[in-house]
């Protein structure tokens, strides 16, 4: 069975009082979660906040970016040494804000998953299509690309050591959720597509749903099969709504 993993994607949001509540208000509701494996994404300059909040609690974090390179001449850019300094188990690739805000495209994110991967973080490679791509009937064909970029770069195996977020681009911080039987059919046809690289892998691998889910409409879609979790954004800055998903993952 594959552990649920719901993982808070903060975004540019908050401070440093603002984070402090949010994790004491998720840690104190956390012996209620039974079952899935809890993560937040934390901006860069909180990370160390965030270790020294939750280390020694059931929760990870990690980081919503990296770098390709390792050190040196990069204005601006994190490493994944940097954040394996601050104990990031997770680390988001190809969220749909960077492929579109900031031109990430299937070939840089590919490289992101495999320096991630090598240097020991888990990969959350981010696929969904847009509502352009979805009217035209081509979101099986987009998501399948995406996942396929990071096959070719880093081999099927591999791929399978991180996790997957389908997030369809329209349903992202727009308050629109694709209903559980949309989200169950494209996860059902990434799990089929990597199927048919390995059945091992397919079965293995964890795909979330990301795209405005919260705490009203969790249950029903992480209660489909091929659903093993979620990325929350929006939600994941309330205590009680992110706790309350975590607790419809068991
Ligand atoms: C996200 O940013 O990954 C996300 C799913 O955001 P929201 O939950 O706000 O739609």
């Given amino acids: ?116 991967r090598d240097a020991g973080l888990i990969p959350i490679l981010c696929i969904g299509e847009t509502l352009e791509e979805r009217e035209k009937g081509i979101t099986e064909q987009v998501v399948a690309r995406q996942t396929k970029a990071v096959i070719d770069a880093v081999g099927i195996q591999a791929l399978g050591d991180g996790v997957i977020a389908y997030e369809p681009v329209w349903a992202i911080g727009t308050g629109k959720t694709a209903t559980p039987q949309q989200a169950q059919d494209v996860h059902a046809s990434i799990r089929n597509m990597i199927a048919e690289h390995d059945a091992g892998v397919a079965a293995k691998v964890r795909i979330q749903y990301g795209g405005s889910m919260n705490a009203a409409n969790a249950a029903e879609l992480l209660a489909m099969d091929d659903i093993d979790g979620g990325l929350i954004g929006g939600a994941s800055l309330k205590a009680s709504d992110f706790l309350t998903i975590c607790k419809a993952a068991g």
């Fill in 1 to 116: 069975m594959r552990q649920p993993i719901i993982a808070g994607n903060w975004k540019m949001n908050g401070s440093r009082d603002s984070i402090r509540e949010l994790l004491d208000g998720i840690k104190a509701g956390m012996a209620e979660v039974n079952l899935a494996e809890v993560a937040v994404c934390a901006p860069y300059v909180y990370l160390a906040d965030v270790e020294q909040q939750l280390t020694g609690t059931k929760l990870a974090w990690g980081g919503q970016n990296l770098s390709t390179e390792a050190s040196g001449a990069y204005t601006g850019e994190i490493s994944t040494a940097m954040l394996l300094d601050f104990h990031c188990k997770y680390v988001i690739v190809g969220h749909s804000e960077r492929r579109s805000y900031y031109g990430e495209d299937d070939a840089l994110v590919a490289k992101k998953f495999a320096v991630a």
